[in-house]
């Protein structure tokens, strides 16, 4: 697993010989209790991760940036036949949808963003 820093959830594709995997953060990160200096430290997940399904190695990891802030939930859809699937991001709270190109490469776009919403409690505004 080399590169993978967190895991969360996981979805295959039997198919498509395929697994989708999230991320979340280490333990000992989140059960003090959430810290946002901790998100700019890169210590919550920001990337999928895909797998050849059949030899359980990791094959492609993609990059979601700040739009992909903590990646939870991942599932493809229902169709055993689509490479397409769909995550939801908790903080920068926006859902992901992902697919396999003609090339066999993966890509994402973000297809829902919630704006988020000022708080007298907090530096920042907070996730909707």
């Not at 700019?40 to 993609?62: A, C, M, N, T, V």
Request: net charge negative.
């Amino acid at each position: 697993m080399g590169q993978i820093k967190f895991g969360y959830d996981f979805w295959y594709q039997p198919r498509h010989n395929v697994m989708v995997s999230s991320e979340w953060a280490a333990p000992n990160t989140f059960m003090p209790g959430f810290d946002l200096e901790e998100v700019g430290h890169l210590k919550y997940g920001r990337e999928l991760h895909f797998w050849d399904f059949e030899k359980r190695q990791p094959i492609e990891s993609i990059y979601l940036g700040e739009d992909g802030l903590i990646p939870l939930e991942v599932k493809f859809h229902h169709d055993p036949n689509s490479t397409h699937g769909f995550c939801g991001a908790a903080l920068s709270t926006n859902v992901i949808h992902w697919w396999r190109n003609d090339a066999g490469k993966w890509q994402w776009e973000k297809i829902i963003d919630v704006e988020n919403q000022p708080h007298p409690d907090w530096p920042i505004p907070v996730p909707g």
